[in-house]
């Protein structure tokens, strides 16, 4: 299994441009979520899905950050406009129903806004 | 709101020796975690732990779980250098998927 994949691993942008972090959850996992982590306030959780549909939202910072999920082996995380303090790494995870809900984590998106 | 304390933060210690890092929650739970990060990595699972009393063990690393006391360990016996990396306990919220991390551990093992 190739286990969690992210796209882009790195991300350079200006401020107020958007940005757009991608993410496929390991197959046949239910759940996927996506997390934030910063020195300052270590990992967040931002949004969870359950078979595709939004479950919690309540970690998403404000009305700039958007989270899709599409099908069962897609989402995205957009932010517009972005600024220099969403600078941190995105991780996504995900986790199987009916098991120990153990999530596995993708490799992380490095994003720097400037 | 489920909150939950690792100390220490931070634990500088010698190769050879033997130490142990907490994890306190709040509220009731019936899951813990424990991961591993390496600088500039990602989160690696070391350990699942879904009843009181449960212990596990890998190599040079025990973990357990007291849901009594709402604590958990994560024992480390004859360190040596490749233990160093960042350790995380997670706890999950009773009823629902999600997790709730802990500040995370940055552990430094000196030769």
């Known amino acids: 299994d190739a286990g969690v994949i992210q796209s882009p691993r790195h991300e350079v942008t200006e401020m107020g441009q958007e940005v757009t972090l991608r993410c496929k959850p390991i197959s046949g996992h239910d759940y996927l979520f996506w997390y934030r982590q910063t020195m300052m306030r270590g990992l967040e959780l931002l949004i969870y899905f359950n078979n595709n549909v939004p479950i919690d939202d309540s970690g998403m910072p404000e009305d700039r950050f958007s989270a899709k999920m599409p099908n069962a082996?897609?989402?995205?995380?957009?932010?517009?406009?972005?600024?220099?303090?969403d600078s941190a790494v995105y991780f996504c995870a995900s986790s199987e129903a009916g098991t120990s809900y153990e999530q596995y984590f993708g490799p992380g998106t490095r994003l720097t806004v400037t | 709101e489920l909150k939950v304390e690792q100390n220490?933060?931070?634990?500088?210690?010698?190769?050879?020796?033997?130490?142990?890092?907490?994890?306190?929650?709040?509220?009731?739970?019936?899951?813990?975690?424990?991961?591993?990060?390496?600088?500039?990595?990602?989160?690696?699972?070391?350990?699942?732990?879904?009843?009181?009393?449960?212990?596990?063990?890998?190599?040079?690393?025990?973990?357990?779980?007291?849901?009594?006391?709402r604590l958990s360990t994560l024992h480390i016996t004859a360190a040596v250098h490749d233990l160093s990396a960042t350790y995380f306990c997670a706890v999950g919220n009773f009823g629902n998927e999600k997790l709730t991390f802990g500040t995370g551990t940055r552990l430094t093992i000196i030769p």
Do not use: H
Request: aromatic fraction near 12%; charge should be positive; hydrophobic fraction near 30%.
């Open chain 1, 73 to 85: 082996s897609f989402s995205t995380l957009k932010i517009q406009p972005s600024e220099p303090r």
């Open chain 2, 8 to 69: 220490p933060l931070f634990l500088s210690m010698q190769e050879g020796k033997n130490y142990t890092i907490y994890c306190n929650y709040s509220t009731t739970s019936d899951r813990l975690y424990w991961y591993r990060q390496d600088p500039g990595k990602s989160l690696e699972s070391l350990f699942v732990l879904l009843s009181n009393g449960a212990v596990k063990q890998e190599g040079r690393l025990m973990a357990s779980l007291d849901t009594k006391a």
